[in-house]
C-alpha cells in the first residue's frame, strides 16, 4: 500500500514545475523561511505537503476562504492524511478535542483562517503544539495593495512569537514586485527564499474579442473549439442562464456558483471532470482544486474584476502543456455598464455605518455588547426589511468582514429542501380539489425542476416575494402539505450564520476603518480600470501588457495573441480578405459572424471587406440576414 508521502509524490512527479518545487522543498526542510509565487496549476500546496509530512510536527495552513481550507482537507482526507479545519462550526469542545487530535492522535495538518487565529484560546492552545511548518497561503492578502487584502492578515507575524522555531512559508498565485516586499515586511521574514515562477504560458494564446453579440459568437467559439471549457460570468443568476442558452443550442454544460448546495456543487463538478457536460459556466467560485489537464479555452464573457483574477481563471486552460485560448468576449456598452455597475454598487463608509447600524438594530444588540451567539441570515430578508441594494448591502458586509468586524459564515450548508412524494397526476388532481393550495404549488413547478426526482433547495422567501405574502405564510402552507402527504419539507430557517466581532460603538467602529474602506475602494476601481485598460489596448501584445503588469519584461511579442494576429493580418491585403470571402460564400450562405469565425482576420478587417462587397454589388444580403454571391 502506498504511503500518504508517496501518494503526494505521485502529483508531484507529473506536475510541470516540478524542477521547481524541488528547490522549495529543499528550502524548507533546510528550515529557510520561504515566499513562493507560482501561477496557477504550479503545485503551490505540494511545496509545503511533502515537507510536512517528511518533518516531524504539526504544520499550520493560514488560508482566507472555509471553502478553499474545506477542500483542501478533504483532498488531504481523500489521501488518508491526517488534517483538521478549525471553521467557526466547531464547538469550543470539539476545538478542544481537535488540539488533542493534533497533540496526540499524529495529526499533521491544522488549517484555519487568520481571523480565527485571533481568539487568545487559540493562540494558546498552538503554542503547546510541537509546530514544523506554518504556511501562509493566499499571502497576498497581507497586502493593501494586493487584490484581495485582508487587515487580519497583518496579525499572522504573532505565530513567529507563539512558535518562534517553525519554518514560514507564504505562497500566492498572483502578486506584483510591491506585493511581494509586502508579504515579507509584513511576516518580518529576515532574508527569505524568493521563488518566482513567470506568468509566460506559451501554450496559451490570449484574445479579446470586441463583439455585440456576446452569446452567438460565444456558439461559434465554441462549436470551434468542441472540446472542454470554462465559461465565467460575474454573477450567479447569469451562470444558469447562459448554461440553459448552451443546453438550447446543443452543448452540453453544468453550472457552478457559490449559492449551490455541497451536493450541487459536486455533481457539476464531477459532470465537467468526466465530460458528461465538457462546459463548465461558472462564478469565479469555481476554480479551487481545479486541476483538469485539457480544459481548452477559459472565456469570460463579463469584465474580469482585476488582471490577477483574470491571469488566474485563464491559468486554468491548457495545463496539459497543449495549445489552448484564453477569451475576453466585451464590447464598448459592456464595459460602460461594468463601469457603472461598479461605482454603484461600491459600499463606500456612509453606507457601511448604515448597514453595520441595521445589523445591530437587526439582531437587537445593545450599546458595548458583543454577543456570542451565531445569527441566522438572510440577506434577502435583511435587505427587505430596511430597503437596501442586495448586492450593494453585500458589499457593506464583506466590507465588515475583512476590516474585522462581523464574520459572514456563508458555508453553512443547511437549507430548506422538499420533494414531490405523490405522482404528477395526483398533483393536478389535489389542485382541482384544493384550488386554495394551486398557486403555491404551481409557483413550485414551475420554479424547481426535477421535484418529482430528488430533493430540492428552495428558498421560502423567493416564493413570498414572488407572490406577494409574508415569509411565514410560505412556511405554514409547506408544512401544510408536508403533513397531507404531497411533499416531503425540512425547513432550515437560515441559509448563513452571523457572528458580531468586535462590541458595538456605533459610528467609532465604522470611523476607525473609513481611510481604509475608501483606499480599498479606490484600490479596486483602479483594478478594474487596469482591466478594462488591457482589453482596449489593441496596439500592445497581450502577452507583453499581462506580463508587464506582473513587473516581467519581454523584448518579443508572442505572435498568437489577437493583436499579435491581427498586425500580421494588417499586411495581407483587403482584396486577399475579399478572395476568402467569395471562397466560403461558394460553398453556402452565412451571417456575418460566420464568416468572422472562419477566417483569420479581426473582425473589423471583415466587416470592411463585406461592406467594400456589399457596394461593388459582388455579394447580398438575404431576408435571413445572410450574405450571398450575386454571380
Not at 34 to 50: H, R
Request: hydrophobic fraction near 35%; proline fraction near 3%; charged fraction near 25%.
Amino acid at each position: 500500500m502506498n504511503t500518504p508521502l508517496e501518494i503526494l509524490k505521485k502529483y508531484w512527479n507529473h506536475n510541470h514545475f516540478r524542477e521547481t518545487q524541488e528547490e522549495i522543498i529543499s528550502s524548507v526542510l533546510n528550515k529557510e523561511h520561504t515566499i513562493v509565487l507560482l501561477p496557477t496549476g504550479g503545485g503551490k500546496s505540494l511545496c509545503y505537503q511533502i515537507p510536512s509530512l517528511i518533518l516531524d510536527g504539526v504544520c499550520i495552513v493560514i488560508s482566507p476562504l472555509i471553502a478553499l481550507i474545506n477542500d483542501q482537507v478533504n483532498s488531504l482526507k481523500e489521501k488518508n492524511i491526517k488534517a483538521i479545519a478549525l471553521t467557526s462550526q466547531l464547538t469550543e469542545d470539539e476545538t478542544i478535542i481537535a488540539f488533542d487530535n493534533l497533540q496526540f492522535g499524529n495529526f499533521k495538518f491544522l488549517y484555519l483562517s487568520p481571523e480565527k487565529l485571533q481568539s487568545s484560546f487559540i493562540q494558546e492552545k498552538i503554542k503547546q503544539l510541537n509546530v514544523s511548518l506554518i504556511a501562509i497561503d493566499e499571502a497576498h492578502c497581507i497586502s493593501e495593495w494586493g487584490h484581495d487584502f485582508r487587515p487580519s492578515y497583518l496579525q499572522l507575524k504573532i505565530l513567529k512569537d507563539l512558535q518562534p522555531n517553525a519554518t514560514f512559508i507564504a505562497l500566492t498565485a498572483t502578486a506584483t514586485q510591491r506585493v511581494l516586499e509586502d508579504i515579507q515586511h509584513h511576516l518580518e521574514l529576515d532574508k527569505p527564499r524568493i521563488y518566482k515562477q513567470s506568468f509566460q504560458r506559451n501554450n496559451l494564446s490570449y484574445r479579446v474579442i470586441n463583439t455585440e453579440d456576446i452569446y452567438g459568437r460565444l456558439l461559434q467559439i465554441l462549436h470551434k473549439i468542441n472540446a472542454s471549457v470554462i465559461v465565467y460570468t460575474n454573477n450567479r443568476k447569469q451562470t444558469k442562464e447562459v448554461a440553459k442558452f448552451l443546453h438550447k443550442n446543443n452543448f452540453k454544460s453544468s453550472f457552478y456558483h457559490g449559492g449551490l448546495s455541497t451536493i450541487e456543487k459536486t455533481n457539476a463538478y464531477n459532470k465537467w471532470m468526466n465530460d458528461e457536460t465538457p462546459i463548465m459556466v461558472a462564478t469565479n467560485a469555481f476554480g479551487m482544486g481545479i486541476d483538469k489537464p485539457n480544459v481548452r479555452a477559459v472565456i469570460h464573457i463579463n469584465t474580469p474584476d482585476s488582471i490577477e483574477n483574470y491571469i488566474q481563471e485563464a491559468g486554468r486552460a491548457g495545463r496539459d502543456g497543449k495549445v489552448s485560448h484564453s477569451i475576453i468576449l466585451s464590447n464598448n456598452s459592456a464595459l460602460f455598464e461594468t463601469e457603472n455597475r461598479f461605482t454603484s454598487n461600491l459600499a463606500d463608509t456612509k453606507f457601511a455605518k448604515k448597514v453595520y447600524n441595521h445589523l445591530n438594530q437587526f439582531y437587537s444588540i445593545s450599546l458595548g455588547e458583543i454577543p456570542n451567539e451565531k445569527f441566522g441570515f438572510s440577506l434577502q430578508e435583511f435587505c427587505a426589511t430596511y430597503n437596501l441594494n442586495l448586492l450593494k448591502t453585500y458589499n457593506a458586509i464583506k466590507i465588515l468582514e475583512r476590516e474585522g468586524i462581523i464574520l459572514l459564515d456563508e458555508n453553512y450548508t443547511k437549507k430548506s429542501s422538499l420533494k414531490f412524494i405523490v405522482s404528477n397526476a395526483y398533483i393536478f388532481n389535489y389542485i382541482e380539489n384544493k384550488p386554495s393550495k394551486s398557486i403555491l404549488i404551481k409557483l413550485i413547478l414551475r420554479s424547481y425542476g426535477g421535484i418529482f426526482d430528488h430533493y430540492t433547495i428552495i428558498n421560502e422567501y423567493s416564493l413570498a416575494k414572488k407572490l406577494n405574502i409574508r415569509k411565514n405564510e410560505i412556511i405554514n402552507q409547506l408544512t401544510n402539505l408536508h403533513n397531507n402527504g404531497i411533499i416531503d419539507y425540512k425547513h432550515e430557517n437560515t441559509t448563513s450564520k452571523l457572528y458580531f466581532l468586535v462590541p458595538r460603538e456605533d459610528d467609532y467602529t465604522i470611523n476607525r476603518i473609513s481611510k481604509d474602506i475608501e483606499k480599498q475602494n479606490n484600490l479596486k476601481y483602479d483594478k478594474l480600470r487596469s482591466v478594462i485598460t488591457y482589453i482596449k489596448n489593441n496596439d500592445t501584445c497581450r502577452n507583453t501588457q499581462l506580463l508587464y503588469y506582473f513587473d516581467e519584461f519581454i523584448s518579443k511579442p508572442c505572435g498568437k495573441c489577437d493583436v499579435c494576429l491581427d498586425k500580421k493580418s494588417k499586411k495581407t491585403s483587403p482584396k486577399n480578405i475579399s478572395e476568402k470571402i467569395i471562397q466560403l460564400l461558394k460553398e453556402k450562405q452565412l451571417r456575418s459572424q460566420d464568416i468572422v469565425s472562419q477566417l483569420n482576420y479581426s473582425e473589423t478587417e471583415v466587416l470592411n471587406s463585406l461592406k467594400i462587397l456589399l457596394e461593388k454589388n459582388k455579394i447580398a444580403i438575404t431576408s435571413q440576414n445572410k450574405f450571398k454571391l450575386n454571380f
